[in-house]
Protein backbone atom coordinates (compact mmCIF):
# COMPACT_ATOMS: atom_id res chain seq x y z
CA UNK A 1 0.00 0.00 0.00
CA UNK A 2 3.02 2.14 0.62
CA UNK A 3 4.87 1.27 -2.16
CA UNK A 4 1.20 2.15 -4.04
CA UNK A 5 1.12 5.31 -2.73
CA UNK A 6 4.74 6.96 -3.45
CA UNK A 7 4.62 5.43 -6.70
CA UNK A 8 1.37 7.58 -7.62
CA UNK A 9 3.29 10.59 -5.86
CA UNK A 10 5.87 10.23 -7.93
CA UNK A 11 4.30 9.10 -11.19
CA UNK A 12 1.44 12.35 -10.59
CA UNK A 13 3.99 15.04 -8.66
CA UNK A 14 7.30 14.41 -10.19
CA UNK A 15 8.23 18.21 -10.22
CA UNK A 16 7.36 18.26 -6.29
CA UNK A 17 9.22 15.20 -6.02
CA UNK A 18 12.76 16.86 -8.08
CA UNK A 19 12.43 19.52 -5.78
CA UNK A 20 12.49 17.77 -2.46
CA UNK A 21 15.57 15.52 -4.15
CA UNK A 22 17.36 18.89 -4.52
CA UNK A 23 16.65 20.98 -1.68
CA UNK A 24 19.04 20.03 0.80
CA UNK A 25 17.16 21.37 3.65
CA UNK A 26 14.09 23.21 5.60
CA UNK A 27 15.52 26.62 5.91
CA UNK A 28 15.12 27.30 10.03
CA UNK A 29 12.64 30.31 10.13
CA UNK A 30 10.22 28.05 8.20
CA UNK A 31 10.75 25.28 10.45
CA UNK A 32 9.94 27.98 13.44
CA UNK A 33 6.81 29.34 11.22
CA UNK A 34 5.61 25.52 10.74
CA UNK A 35 5.80 24.92 14.27
CA UNK A 36 4.07 28.49 15.49
CA UNK A 37 1.14 28.43 12.91
CA UNK A 38 0.30 24.38 14.38
CA UNK A 39 0.37 25.45 18.04
CA UNK A 40 -1.80 28.17 17.46
CA UNK A 41 -3.90 26.30 15.59
CA UNK A 42 -4.32 23.32 18.39
CA UNK A 43 -5.06 26.43 20.59
CA UNK A 44 -8.03 27.87 18.26
CA UNK A 45 -9.38 24.14 17.68
CA UNK A 46 -9.34 23.04 21.50
CA UNK A 47 -10.79 26.63 22.06
CA UNK A 48 -13.79 25.65 20.41
CA UNK A 49 -14.06 22.37 21.38
CA UNK A 50 -14.34 23.69 24.71
CA UNK A 51 -16.48 26.56 24.08
CA UNK A 52 -18.75 24.58 21.78
CA UNK A 53 -19.07 21.79 24.78
CA UNK A 54 -19.93 24.86 27.27
CA UNK A 55 -22.44 26.42 24.82
CA UNK A 56 -21.02 29.57 25.71
CA UNK A 57 -20.72 32.32 22.66
CA UNK A 58 -17.45 33.39 21.58
CA UNK A 59 -15.98 36.85 23.11
CA UNK A 60 -13.87 37.60 19.44
CA UNK A 61 -11.80 40.33 20.89
CA UNK A 62 -11.22 38.11 23.99
CA UNK A 63 -10.43 35.45 22.02
CA UNK A 64 -7.75 37.46 20.12
CA UNK A 65 -6.12 38.49 23.36
CA UNK A 66 -5.83 34.75 24.30
CA UNK A 67 -4.31 33.77 21.15
CA UNK A 68 -1.74 36.77 21.47
CA UNK A 69 -0.40 35.20 24.89
CA UNK A 70 -0.56 31.86 23.68
CA UNK A 71 1.72 33.03 20.34
CA UNK A 72 3.63 35.02 22.42
CA UNK A 73 4.57 32.35 24.99
CA UNK A 74 4.73 29.64 22.05
CA UNK A 75 7.55 31.64 20.33
CA UNK A 76 9.26 31.80 23.62
CA UNK A 77 9.43 28.58 24.12
CA UNK A 78 10.33 27.17 20.50
CA UNK A 79 13.24 29.30 20.91
CA UNK A 80 14.77 28.34 24.54
CA UNK A 81 14.66 24.65 23.41
CA UNK A 82 15.83 25.44 19.62
CA UNK A 83 13.61 23.26 18.16
CA UNK A 84 14.07 24.98 14.72
CA UNK A 85 17.56 23.93 14.49
CA UNK A 86 16.96 20.21 13.48
CA UNK A 87 17.31 19.22 9.74
CA UNK A 88 13.92 17.60 9.13
CA UNK A 89 15.24 14.84 6.66
CA UNK A 90 17.78 13.70 9.91
CA UNK A 91 15.53 14.41 12.53
CA UNK A 92 14.99 11.63 15.40
CA UNK A 93 13.50 10.87 19.30
CA UNK A 94 15.77 14.09 20.99
CA UNK A 95 14.29 16.53 18.58
CA UNK A 96 10.78 15.15 18.95
CA UNK A 97 11.26 15.30 22.89
CA UNK A 98 12.71 19.38 22.47
CA UNK A 99 9.35 19.63 21.01
CA UNK A 100 7.44 17.56 23.46
CA UNK A 101 8.76 20.07 26.17
CA UNK A 102 8.24 23.29 24.01
CA UNK A 103 4.78 22.23 23.75
CA UNK A 104 4.06 21.11 27.38
CA UNK A 105 6.35 24.23 28.68
CA UNK A 106 3.32 27.09 26.13
CA UNK A 107 0.36 24.81 27.89
CA UNK A 108 1.76 24.51 31.12
CA UNK A 109 2.82 28.47 31.40
CA UNK A 110 -0.95 29.27 29.72
CA UNK A 111 -2.97 27.16 32.62
CA UNK A 112 -1.15 28.68 35.14
CA UNK A 113 -1.88 32.04 33.86
CA UNK A 114 -5.51 31.18 33.73
CA UNK A 115 -5.74 30.13 37.11
CA UNK A 116 -4.41 33.58 37.85
CA UNK A 117 -6.47 35.46 36.08
CA UNK A 118 -9.22 33.13 37.74
CA UNK A 119 -7.86 33.92 41.48
CA UNK A 120 -7.77 37.34 40.76
CA UNK A 121 -10.65 38.72 38.12
CA UNK A 122 -12.42 35.08 37.67
CA UNK A 123 -11.75 34.95 34.28
CA UNK A 124 -10.48 31.68 32.69
CA UNK A 125 -8.47 31.64 29.18
CA UNK A 126 -10.33 27.87 28.76
CA UNK A 127 -11.18 24.88 31.42
CA UNK A 128 -7.81 23.19 31.88
CA UNK A 129 -8.74 20.08 29.52
CA UNK A 130 -8.68 22.50 26.85
CA UNK A 131 -5.01 22.91 27.54
CA UNK A 132 -4.37 19.05 27.71
CA UNK A 133 -6.57 18.72 24.71
CA UNK A 134 -4.28 21.57 22.89
CA UNK A 135 -1.17 19.80 23.42
CA UNK A 136 -2.14 16.64 22.67
CA UNK A 137 -3.14 18.17 18.97
CA UNK A 138 -0.71 20.12 19.29
CA UNK A 139 2.33 17.30 19.58
CA UNK A 140 0.39 14.62 17.37
CA UNK A 141 0.55 17.54 14.31
CA UNK A 142 3.89 18.08 14.57
CA UNK A 143 5.06 14.78 14.76
CA UNK A 144 2.89 13.80 11.78
CA UNK A 145 3.88 17.01 9.64
CA UNK A 146 7.78 16.52 10.86
CA UNK A 147 7.63 12.51 9.89
CA UNK A 148 5.67 13.34 6.75
CA UNK A 149 8.55 15.72 5.51
CA UNK A 150 11.27 13.10 6.79
CA UNK A 151 9.51 10.87 4.55
CA UNK A 152 8.80 12.55 1.28
CA UNK A 153 12.69 13.63 1.73
CA UNK A 154 14.12 9.79 1.54
CA UNK A 155 11.81 8.78 -1.15
CA UNK A 156 12.35 11.63 -3.22
CA UNK A 157 15.79 11.01 -2.82
CA UNK A 158 15.50 7.30 -3.58
CA UNK A 159 13.37 7.46 -6.78
CA UNK A 160 15.63 10.55 -8.14
CA UNK A 161 19.19 8.98 -7.37
CA UNK A 162 19.62 5.59 -8.92
CA UNK A 163 22.74 4.92 -7.45
CA UNK A 164 21.22 5.20 -4.23
CA UNK A 165 18.93 2.09 -3.88
CA UNK A 166 17.66 0.17 -1.25
CA UNK A 167 17.98 -3.29 -3.01
CA UNK A 168 20.40 -5.54 -1.16
CA UNK A 169 19.04 -7.35 1.84
CA UNK A 170 21.23 -7.37 4.94
CA UNK A 171 21.16 -9.13 8.17
CA UNK A 172 23.27 -7.70 11.29
CA UNK A 173 24.94 -10.05 13.47
CA UNK A 174 24.61 -9.83 17.43
CA UNK A 175 22.69 -7.15 19.26
CA UNK A 176 25.09 -5.18 20.96
CA UNK A 177 24.31 -1.35 21.85
CA UNK A 178 26.69 -0.15 18.60
CA UNK A 179 25.02 -2.33 16.33
CA UNK A 180 21.18 -1.33 17.62
CA UNK A 181 22.80 2.34 17.02
CA UNK A 182 23.82 1.40 13.45
CA UNK A 183 20.66 -0.23 13.10
CA UNK A 184 18.30 2.63 14.07
CA UNK A 185 20.95 4.82 11.80
CA UNK A 186 20.14 2.58 9.00
CA UNK A 187 16.73 2.80 9.00
CA UNK A 188 16.59 6.31 8.88
CA UNK A 189 19.02 7.50 6.46
CA UNK A 190 18.22 6.30 2.78
CA UNK A 191 21.93 6.93 1.56
CA UNK A 192 22.83 3.37 1.54
CA UNK A 193 22.80 0.13 -0.87
CA UNK A 194 21.07 -2.04 1.91
CA UNK A 195 17.87 -3.01 2.86
CA UNK A 196 18.19 -3.77 6.85
CA UNK A 197 16.11 -7.22 7.41
CA UNK A 198 16.85 -8.00 10.72
CA UNK A 199 19.53 -9.37 13.36
CA UNK A 200 20.88 -12.62 13.43
CA UNK A 201 21.97 -14.26 16.82
CA UNK A 202 24.28 -17.57 17.40
CA UNK A 203 21.77 -19.27 19.66
CA UNK A 204 18.45 -18.23 21.46
CA UNK A 205 20.10 -16.39 24.62
CA UNK A 206 17.82 -14.24 25.03
CA UNK A 207 13.72 -14.15 24.82
CA UNK A 208 13.30 -12.05 22.10
CA UNK A 209 11.47 -11.71 18.25
CA UNK A 210 12.63 -8.29 17.87
CA UNK A 211 14.57 -5.20 18.78
CA UNK A 212 12.94 -1.65 18.10
CA UNK A 213 10.29 -3.23 15.51
CA UNK A 214 13.69 -5.26 13.15
CA UNK A 215 12.95 -8.89 13.64
CA UNK A 216 15.35 -10.96 15.21
CA UNK A 217 16.39 -14.50 14.14
CA UNK A 218 18.22 -16.76 16.71
CA UNK A 219 19.35 -20.15 14.53
CA UNK A 220 21.66 -20.75 12.00
CA UNK A 221 18.85 -22.80 9.87
CA UNK A 222 16.92 -19.54 9.83
CA UNK A 223 19.87 -18.15 7.57
CA UNK A 224 19.75 -20.62 4.80
CA UNK A 225 16.14 -20.37 5.20
CA UNK A 226 16.47 -16.49 4.53
CA UNK A 227 19.35 -17.17 1.63
CA UNK A 228 17.30 -19.42 -0.30
CA UNK A 229 14.66 -16.83 -0.06
CA UNK A 230 16.65 -13.60 -1.65
CA UNK A 231 16.49 -12.20 2.00
CA UNK A 232 20.06 -12.27 2.84
CA UNK A 233 23.22 -10.94 0.49
CA UNK A 234 24.44 -9.43 2.81
CA UNK A 235 25.93 -9.84 6.59
CA UNK A 236 26.95 -7.08 8.75
CA UNK A 237 29.97 -8.17 11.60
CA UNK A 238 31.69 -5.92 14.38
CA UNK A 239 34.93 -7.99 14.45
CA UNK A 240 36.16 -6.38 17.45
CA UNK A 241 32.74 -8.35 19.26
CA UNK A 242 33.86 -11.70 18.00
CA UNK A 243 36.20 -14.11 18.55
CA UNK A 244 38.43 -15.52 16.00
CA UNK A 245 37.20 -18.46 16.02
CA UNK A 246 33.42 -16.60 15.31
CA UNK A 247 35.19 -14.68 12.73
CA UNK A 248 36.51 -18.11 11.03
CA UNK A 249 32.64 -19.70 10.82
CA UNK A 250 30.96 -16.66 10.02
CA UNK A 251 33.84 -16.02 7.38
CA UNK A 252 33.50 -19.44 6.04
CA UNK A 253 29.44 -19.84 5.93
CA UNK A 254 29.65 -16.41 4.14
CA UNK A 255 32.26 -17.19 1.51
CA UNK A 256 30.79 -20.85 0.71
CA UNK A 257 27.25 -19.26 -0.07
CA UNK A 258 29.39 -15.48 -1.68
CA UNK A 259 27.50 -13.74 0.61
CA UNK A 260 28.83 -10.33 0.79
CA UNK A 261 30.61 -9.90 4.81
CA UNK A 262 30.53 -6.29 6.06
CA UNK A 263 32.10 -4.46 9.03
CA UNK A 264 30.67 -1.56 11.44
CA UNK A 265 32.19 1.52 10.28
CA UNK A 266 33.54 3.71 13.04
CA UNK A 267 30.55 4.90 15.54
CA UNK A 268 32.26 8.97 14.74
CA UNK A 269 31.97 8.47 11.24
CA UNK A 270 28.31 8.01 10.96
CA UNK A 271 27.44 11.44 11.02
CA UNK A 272 29.90 12.38 8.36
CA UNK A 273 28.72 9.78 6.33
CA UNK A 274 25.22 10.65 6.49
CA UNK A 275 25.77 13.80 4.58
CA UNK A 276 27.06 11.76 1.62
CA UNK A 277 26.29 7.99 0.36
CA UNK A 278 26.80 5.81 4.04
CA UNK A 279 29.19 2.98 3.08
CA UNK A 280 29.08 -0.14 4.86
CA UNK A 281 32.93 -1.38 4.04
CA UNK A 282 33.39 -4.77 3.22
CA UNK A 283 35.15 -6.98 5.82
CA UNK A 284 39.06 -7.10 5.18
CA UNK A 285 41.34 -10.49 5.72
CA UNK A 286 43.14 -8.60 8.54
CA UNK A 287 39.91 -8.44 10.46
CA UNK A 288 39.57 -11.85 10.55
CA UNK A 289 43.09 -12.87 10.97
CA UNK A 290 43.15 -10.51 14.05
CA UNK A 291 42.05 -11.17 17.48
CA UNK A 292 39.97 -9.07 19.95
CA UNK A 293 41.24 -5.88 20.28
CA UNK A 294 43.33 -5.97 23.26
CA UNK A 295 42.86 -3.18 25.85
CA UNK A 296 45.49 -2.46 28.34
CA UNK A 297 43.12 -2.09 31.08
CA UNK A 298 44.77 -1.12 35.13
CA UNK A 299 47.93 -1.16 33.53
CA UNK A 300 50.97 1.20 34.72
CA UNK A 301 52.04 1.98 30.99
CA UNK A 302 50.06 4.99 30.74
CA UNK A 303 51.07 6.13 34.51
CA UNK A 304 54.91 5.47 33.38
CA UNK A 305 55.01 7.36 30.65
CA UNK A 306 53.48 10.45 32.00
CA UNK A 307 56.08 13.59 31.39
CA UNK A 308 58.64 11.32 30.44
CA UNK A 309 60.72 11.84 27.07
CA UNK A 310 60.11 8.89 25.11
CA UNK A 311 62.96 8.05 22.08
CA UNK A 312 61.68 5.48 19.10
CA UNK A 313 64.37 4.51 16.22
CA UNK A 314 62.55 3.14 13.24
CA UNK A 315 59.45 5.71 13.63
CA UNK A 316 59.12 5.81 9.90
CA UNK A 317 57.79 1.49 9.70
CA UNK A 318 54.91 0.00 10.81
CA UNK A 319 55.73 -0.83 14.13
CA UNK A 320 57.50 1.98 14.94
CA UNK A 321 54.45 4.55 13.84
CA UNK A 322 51.92 2.85 16.20
CA UNK A 323 54.15 2.82 18.73
CA UNK A 324 54.33 6.88 18.39
CA UNK A 325 50.87 6.92 17.55
CA UNK A 326 50.16 4.94 20.92
CA UNK A 327 52.79 7.06 23.10
CA UNK A 328 50.71 10.33 22.01
CA UNK A 329 47.61 9.29 24.04
CA UNK A 330 49.99 9.16 27.51
CA UNK A 331 50.93 12.45 27.94
CA UNK A 332 54.74 12.28 27.63
CA UNK A 333 57.16 15.48 28.08
CA UNK A 334 57.91 15.22 24.88
CA UNK A 335 58.49 12.38 21.61
CA UNK A 336 61.64 11.97 19.43
CA UNK A 337 61.01 9.94 16.55
CA UNK A 338 63.92 8.92 14.20
CA UNK A 339 64.47 7.22 11.21
CA UNK A 340 66.66 7.74 8.36
CA UNK A 341 63.91 7.62 5.57
CA UNK A 342 62.86 11.33 4.92
CA UNK A 343 59.62 10.14 2.89
CA UNK A 344 57.33 7.95 5.52
CA UNK A 345 58.84 10.23 8.50
CA UNK A 346 57.12 13.49 6.63
CA UNK A 347 54.17 11.61 6.39
CA UNK A 348 53.76 10.47 9.43
CA UNK A 349 54.66 13.95 10.74
CA UNK A 350 51.69 15.11 8.92
CA UNK A 351 49.67 13.20 10.46
CA UNK A 352 51.01 13.33 13.97
CA UNK A 353 50.49 17.10 14.09
CA UNK A 354 46.93 16.69 12.72
CA UNK A 355 45.90 14.38 15.32
CA UNK A 356 47.96 15.20 18.41
CA UNK A 357 48.92 18.99 18.32
CA UNK A 358 49.16 19.45 21.90
CA UNK A 359 51.95 17.05 22.21
CA UNK A 360 55.84 18.01 21.55
CA UNK A 361 57.15 15.77 18.85
CA UNK A 362 61.07 16.36 17.76
CA UNK A 363 61.41 14.54 14.32
CA UNK A 364 65.17 12.94 13.65
CA UNK A 365 66.56 12.32 10.72
CA UNK A 366 69.34 10.36 11.55
CA UNK A 367 71.33 6.39 11.06
CA UNK A 368 71.47 4.19 13.76
CA UNK A 369 74.05 2.85 12.86
CA UNK A 370 76.15 5.96 12.78
CA UNK A 371 77.18 6.43 16.52
CA UNK A 372 78.40 10.04 16.62
CA UNK A 373 74.83 11.26 15.05
CA UNK A 374 72.96 9.44 17.32
CA UNK A 375 75.10 10.25 20.47
CA UNK A 376 74.04 14.12 19.65
CA UNK A 377 70.19 13.18 19.78
CA UNK A 378 70.71 11.45 22.99
CA UNK A 379 72.80 14.37 24.63
CA UNK A 380 70.10 17.00 22.99
CA UNK A 381 66.57 15.37 24.76
CA UNK A 382 68.08 12.25 27.42
CA UNK A 383 65.37 10.48 27.00
CA UNK A 384 63.80 7.96 29.68
CA UNK A 385 62.32 5.50 27.49
CA UNK A 386 64.13 4.01 24.25
CA UNK A 387 62.20 1.72 22.18
CA UNK A 388 64.28 0.25 19.29
CA UNK A 389 62.27 -0.33 16.29
CA UNK A 390 65.01 0.22 13.37
CA UNK A 391 66.36 -2.65 11.66
CA UNK A 392 66.13 -4.72 8.44
CA UNK A 393 63.61 -7.17 7.96
CA UNK A 394 63.05 -8.49 4.58
CA UNK A 395 64.49 -11.95 4.19
CA UNK A 396 65.49 -12.87 0.87
CA UNK A 397 67.41 -9.00 0.41
CA UNK A 398 69.52 -9.79 3.63
CA UNK A 399 70.69 -12.97 1.96
CA UNK A 400 72.04 -11.27 -0.38
CA UNK A 401 73.79 -8.31 1.41
CA UNK A 402 73.95 -9.83 5.14
CA UNK A 403 76.78 -7.75 5.79
CA UNK A 404 74.26 -4.86 5.54
CA UNK A 405 72.37 -6.79 8.02
CA UNK A 406 74.98 -6.90 10.29
CA UNK A 407 75.27 -3.25 10.30
CA UNK A 408 71.50 -2.32 10.96
CA UNK A 409 70.79 -5.53 12.77
CA UNK A 410 73.61 -5.71 15.31
CA UNK A 411 75.89 -2.39 15.17
CA UNK A 412 72.67 -0.02 15.23
CA UNK A 413 71.13 -1.93 18.05
CA UNK A 414 75.03 -1.87 20.03
CA UNK A 415 75.18 1.82 19.47
CA UNK A 416 71.74 2.33 20.79
CA UNK A 417 71.45 0.32 23.65
CA UNK A 418 75.60 1.69 24.59
CA UNK A 419 74.08 5.04 24.32
CA UNK A 420 70.80 4.39 26.59
CA UNK A 421 73.44 3.04 29.33
CA UNK A 422 75.90 6.39 28.40
CA UNK A 423 72.70 8.76 29.28
CA UNK A 424 70.71 7.47 31.73
CA UNK A 425 67.40 5.64 30.27
CA UNK A 426 65.63 3.91 32.07
CA UNK A 427 63.86 1.58 30.38
CA UNK A 428 65.02 0.11 26.69
CA UNK A 429 62.92 -2.06 24.75
CA UNK A 430 64.34 -3.99 21.38
CA UNK A 431 61.66 -4.98 18.77
CA UNK A 432 62.53 -8.45 18.07
CA UNK A 433 60.93 -11.34 15.58
CA UNK A 434 60.05 -14.59 15.90
CA UNK A 435 62.91 -15.44 12.62
CA UNK A 436 65.49 -14.79 15.62
CA UNK A 437 64.36 -18.56 16.46
CA UNK A 438 66.33 -21.16 15.34
CA UNK A 439 67.16 -18.90 12.57
CA UNK A 440 67.42 -20.33 9.22
CA UNK A 441 67.99 -16.41 7.64
CA UNK A 442 70.55 -13.77 7.93
CA UNK A 443 67.45 -11.53 9.12
CA UNK A 444 66.69 -13.83 11.65
CA UNK A 445 70.37 -14.61 13.25
CA UNK A 446 71.16 -10.97 12.98
CA UNK A 447 67.97 -10.24 14.87
CA UNK A 448 69.31 -12.72 17.57
CA UNK A 449 72.80 -11.82 18.24
CA UNK A 450 71.12 -8.25 18.77
CA UNK A 451 69.04 -10.06 21.42
CA UNK A 452 72.02 -11.62 22.72
CA UNK A 453 73.77 -8.49 23.30
CA UNK A 454 70.85 -6.48 25.09
CA UNK A 455 70.00 -9.28 26.70
CA UNK A 456 73.96 -9.45 28.36
CA UNK A 457 74.64 -5.95 28.35
CA UNK A 458 71.01 -5.95 31.06
CA UNK A 459 72.42 -9.02 32.87
CA UNK A 460 75.53 -7.50 33.68
CA UNK A 461 74.07 -4.16 34.71
CA UNK A 462 72.22 -6.12 36.92
CA UNK A 463 75.09 -8.13 38.60
CA UNK A 464 77.47 -5.08 38.55
CA UNK A 465 77.37 -1.70 40.70
CA UNK A 466 77.29 0.34 37.95
CA UNK A 467 75.61 3.27 37.73
CA UNK A 468 73.35 3.09 35.01
CA UNK A 469 70.04 1.25 36.11
CA UNK A 470 69.05 1.11 32.83
CA UNK A 471 66.14 -2.00 32.28
CA UNK A 472 67.03 -3.73 29.11
CA UNK A 473 63.73 -5.64 27.27
CA UNK A 474 63.86 -7.53 24.41
CA UNK A 475 60.34 -8.44 23.12
CA UNK A 476 59.77 -11.16 20.17
CA UNK A 477 56.49 -11.54 18.06
CA UNK A 478 55.47 -12.67 14.42
CA UNK A 479 54.29 -11.08 11.54
CA UNK A 480 52.06 -8.03 11.44
CA UNK A 481 48.86 -7.70 9.68
CA UNK A 482 49.67 -4.88 6.98
CA UNK A 483 53.06 -3.68 7.50
CA UNK A 484 55.10 -2.85 4.57
CA UNK A 485 56.13 -5.55 2.61
CA UNK A 486 54.01 -8.38 4.17
CA UNK A 487 52.24 -10.93 2.45
CA UNK A 488 48.22 -9.35 2.44
CA UNK A 489 49.39 -5.98 0.67
CA UNK A 490 50.86 -8.32 -1.96
CA UNK A 491 48.01 -10.92 -2.41
CA UNK A 492 45.61 -7.79 -2.68
CA UNK A 493 47.55 -6.64 -5.77
CA UNK A 494 48.02 -9.75 -7.09
CA UNK A 495 44.10 -10.24 -6.79
CA UNK A 496 43.56 -7.23 -9.11
CA UNK A 497 45.76 -8.04 -11.24
CA UNK A 498 43.74 -10.75 -12.32
CA UNK A 499 45.94 -13.44 -10.54
CA UNK A 500 47.87 -15.54 -10.20
CA UNK A 501 48.44 -15.54 -6.17
CA UNK A 502 52.31 -16.79 -5.52
CA UNK A 503 53.16 -18.99 -2.61
CA UNK A 504 56.31 -20.44 -1.57
CA UNK A 505 54.97 -23.61 -0.35
CA UNK A 506 51.52 -25.30 -0.14
CA UNK A 507 52.61 -26.20 3.67
CA UNK A 508 53.73 -22.80 4.69
CA UNK A 509 52.47 -21.72 8.06
CA UNK A 510 52.65 -18.40 9.80
CA UNK A 511 51.33 -16.08 13.06
CA UNK A 512 49.75 -12.74 12.39
CA UNK A 513 48.69 -9.99 14.88
CA UNK A 514 47.89 -6.40 14.30
CA UNK A 515 49.91 -3.83 14.25
CA UNK A 516 47.86 -1.81 17.23
CA UNK A 517 47.84 -5.08 19.21
CA UNK A 518 51.55 -5.59 18.58
CA UNK A 519 52.36 -2.39 19.94
CA UNK A 520 50.33 -2.01 22.82
CA UNK A 521 52.08 -5.67 23.84
CA UNK A 522 55.09 -4.07 23.12
CA UNK A 523 54.45 -1.13 25.36
CA UNK A 524 53.07 -3.14 28.09
CA UNK A 525 56.27 -5.75 28.26
CA UNK A 526 58.32 -2.67 28.51
CA UNK A 527 56.73 -2.01 32.01
CA UNK A 528 56.53 -5.76 32.85
CA UNK A 529 60.19 -5.87 32.57
CA UNK A 530 62.84 -5.73 35.24
CA UNK A 531 65.87 -6.48 33.13
CA UNK A 532 67.27 -8.94 30.81
CA UNK A 533 64.15 -10.69 29.52
CA UNK A 534 62.83 -11.92 26.35
CA UNK A 535 58.90 -11.90 26.12
CA UNK A 536 57.14 -13.82 23.78
CA UNK A 537 53.39 -12.59 22.68
CA UNK A 538 50.76 -15.04 22.55
CA UNK A 539 50.27 -15.01 18.56
CA UNK A 540 47.71 -17.48 18.42
CA UNK A 541 47.63 -20.33 16.05
CA UNK A 542 49.37 -20.23 12.89
CA UNK A 543 47.97 -19.36 9.67
CA UNK A 544 48.45 -21.63 6.46
CA UNK A 545 49.44 -19.33 3.78
CA UNK A 546 47.37 -21.23 1.58
CA UNK A 547 44.43 -20.95 2.85
CA UNK A 548 44.88 -17.55 3.74
CA UNK A 549 45.16 -17.33 -0.35
CA UNK A 550 42.32 -19.13 -0.87
CA UNK A 551 39.90 -17.05 1.61
CA UNK A 552 41.36 -13.97 0.16
CA UNK A 553 40.60 -14.83 -3.40
CA UNK A 554 36.81 -15.83 -2.29
CA UNK A 555 36.18 -12.12 0.36
CA UNK A 556 36.52 -10.78 -3.54
CA UNK A 557 34.10 -12.38 -5.36
CA UNK A 558 36.21 -14.99 -7.16
CA UNK A 559 36.73 -18.95 -6.96
CA UNK A 560 40.45 -19.83 -6.39
CA UNK A 561 41.93 -21.90 -8.71
CA UNK A 562 39.18 -21.06 -11.04
CA UNK A 563 39.18 -17.14 -11.57
CA UNK A 564 42.61 -16.53 -9.95
CA UNK A 565 45.05 -19.45 -9.53
CA UNK A 566 47.77 -20.02 -6.80
CA UNK A 567 50.69 -20.70 -8.13
CA UNK A 568 53.79 -22.37 -5.64
CA UNK A 569 57.19 -21.17 -6.12
CA UNK A 570 59.23 -22.82 -3.75
CA UNK A 571 60.65 -21.76 -0.57
CA UNK A 572 62.73 -18.66 -1.00
CA UNK A 573 66.79 -18.42 0.53
CA UNK A 574 66.53 -18.74 4.23
CA UNK A 575 62.57 -19.44 4.54
CA UNK A 576 61.26 -22.20 6.58
CA UNK A 577 58.25 -23.47 6.47
CA UNK A 578 57.05 -22.83 10.06
CA UNK A 579 58.00 -19.75 12.74
CA UNK A 580 58.50 -21.10 16.27
CA UNK A 581 58.57 -18.47 19.16
CA UNK A 582 61.15 -20.40 21.52
CA UNK A 583 63.73 -22.74 20.37
CA UNK A 584 63.88 -26.30 21.67
CA UNK A 585 66.37 -25.23 24.44
CA UNK A 586 63.81 -22.60 25.39
CA UNK A 587 60.66 -22.57 27.69
CA UNK A 588 58.90 -19.80 28.59
CA UNK A 589 57.00 -18.64 31.99
CA UNK A 590 53.92 -16.63 32.67
CA UNK A 591 53.40 -12.95 33.73
CA UNK A 592 50.74 -11.00 34.95
CA UNK A 593 49.54 -10.08 31.07
CA UNK A 594 48.16 -13.37 30.09
CA UNK A 595 49.58 -12.94 26.10
CA UNK A 596 53.08 -12.22 27.11
CA UNK A 597 55.45 -15.06 27.87
CA UNK A 598 58.51 -14.67 29.44
CA UNK A 599 61.55 -16.73 27.52
CA UNK A 600 63.97 -18.57 29.64
CA UNK A 601 66.70 -18.27 27.65
CA UNK A 602 70.28 -19.28 27.27
CA UNK A 603 72.30 -16.80 29.25
CA UNK A 604 75.46 -14.94 27.72
CA UNK A 605 78.64 -13.52 29.13
CA UNK A 606 78.54 -9.92 28.20
CA UNK A 607 82.12 -9.44 28.02
CA UNK A 608 82.72 -12.49 25.71
CA UNK A 609 79.55 -11.66 23.55
CA UNK A 610 80.92 -7.41 23.09
CA UNK A 611 84.50 -9.11 21.60
CA UNK A 612 82.95 -11.28 19.26
CA UNK A 613 80.30 -8.83 18.24
CA UNK A 614 82.76 -6.31 17.78
CA UNK A 615 84.55 -8.62 15.46
CA UNK A 616 81.79 -9.84 13.01
CA UNK A 617 81.32 -5.59 12.76
CA UNK A 618 84.63 -5.78 11.95
CA UNK A 619 84.16 -7.96 9.27
CA UNK A 620 81.34 -6.92 8.02
CA UNK A 621 83.02 -3.41 7.32
CA UNK A 622 85.26 -5.30 5.17
CA UNK A 623 81.82 -6.95 2.81
CA UNK A 624 83.20 -10.33 3.10
CA UNK A 625 79.73 -12.24 3.14
CA UNK A 626 81.32 -15.87 3.87
CA UNK A 627 83.51 -14.32 6.52
CA UNK A 628 80.02 -12.68 7.80
CA UNK A 629 78.03 -16.04 8.04
CA UNK A 630 80.70 -18.06 9.24
CA UNK A 631 81.05 -15.70 12.40
CA UNK A 632 77.30 -15.56 12.92
CA UNK A 633 77.02 -19.22 12.88
CA UNK A 634 79.75 -19.20 15.85
CA UNK A 635 78.04 -16.61 17.63
CA UNK A 636 74.62 -18.36 17.28
CA UNK A 637 75.24 -22.44 16.61
CA UNK A 638 71.40 -23.16 16.02
CA UNK A 639 72.01 -20.84 12.94
CA UNK A 640 71.00 -23.19 9.92
CA UNK A 641 72.60 -21.73 6.40
CA UNK A 642 72.32 -24.32 4.44
CA UNK A 643 75.35 -22.81 2.43
CA UNK A 644 77.82 -23.67 4.91
Excluded at 257 to 280: C, G, H, Y
Excluded at 338 to 354: F, G, K, R, V
Excluded at 454 to 463: F, H, P
Aim: with cysteine.
Amino acid sequence: MKRLFLDRLNRHFPDFIMFLSKKAYVPSWLIFLLDLIIANFAFILAYLVCYSHLEQPVVVDAFLLKLGLNTFLTVLWLYLFRTYRSLLRYSGLRDLFRAFFAIFCTNTSMMLISELLSILWSVRIMPLYGFFLSAMICFSLIFMVKMTIKLLYDYAKKYTDPQVEKNIPLLIYGISPNNIKLAEFLENNQNHAYKLNGFILPARFIATKAVNGIQVYHRWNDLQKLVNSGRFKSLLINPDELDREMKDKLADYCIKRKIEMLTIPAVATWKEMSKTAFQLKKIRIEELLGRTTINIKNSMVGVSHVDKCVLVSGAAGSIGSEIARQICTLNPREIVLCDIAETPMYSLQLELEEKYPDVNIHWEIADVRNNHRMESVFKSYAPDYVYHAAAYKHVPLMERYPCEAVNTNVLGTKIMADLSVNYNVKVFVLVSTDKAVNPTNVMGCTKRVAEIYVQSLGLKLKDSSANSHCRFITTRFGNVLGSSGSVIPRFEEQIKQGGPITVTHPEITRFFMTIPEACSLVLEAGNLGYGGEIFIFDMGEAVKIKDLAEKMIRLSGLEPYKDIDIAFVGLRPGEKLYEELLSKEEHQLPTQHEKIMIGRVRKYNYDNVKVDIKTLIHTAYSFDDAKVIAQLHALVPEYLNFEL
